[in-house]
């Protein structure tokens, strides 16, 4: 098991910039697949942003290609959210988690993460 915990969210006004991090403890986010997922009042629970073990792969939700940018640390063991020009529809719960996934076509699949973190809430406001 590896341990999860997400940081950096906040209130922010659209427009800015804001980056989350999410830390593991335990074991290596290198043996992981790590994706970011976020979940709004009332809404289901969605994919945002994934990466591959080795960060040469990554995979984009439609709402976040060309605004939000992952990356991983694996010298810090810290995967990175860097998500700009945020807007209103960005705010919610923001969730990484850990999974073994061989494609990243699979990525957005939340049933496939077996690790999760306790979440970091966003809020953007006009």
């Known amino acids: 098991q590896v341990q999860l915990v997400e940081s950096g969210g906040g209130l922010v006004q659209a427009g800015v910039s804001l980056r989350l991090s999410c830390a593991a403890s335990?074991?290596?986010?290198?043996?992981?697949?790590i994706s970011w997922f976020r979940q709004a009042p009332g809404n289901e629970r969605e994919f945002v942003a994934g990466i591959s073990r080795s960060g040469g792969t990554t995979s984009y939700a439609a709402s976040a290609k060309g605004r939000f940018t992952i990356s991983r640390d694996i010298a810090e063991n810290t995967v990175t959210l860097q998500m700009n020009s945020l807007k209103l529809e960005d705010t919610a719960v923001y969730y990484c988690?850990?999974?073994?996934?061989?494609?990243?076509?699979?990525?957005?699949?939340?049933?496939?993460?077996?690790?999760w973190g306790q979440g970091t809430q966003v809020t953007v406001s006009s």
């Open positions: 988690a850990a999974g073994i996934i061989f494609s990243s076509s699979n990525y957005h699949d939340r049933r496939l993460y077996s690790n």
């Open positions: 335990g074991r290596t986010l290198g043996n992981y697949v």
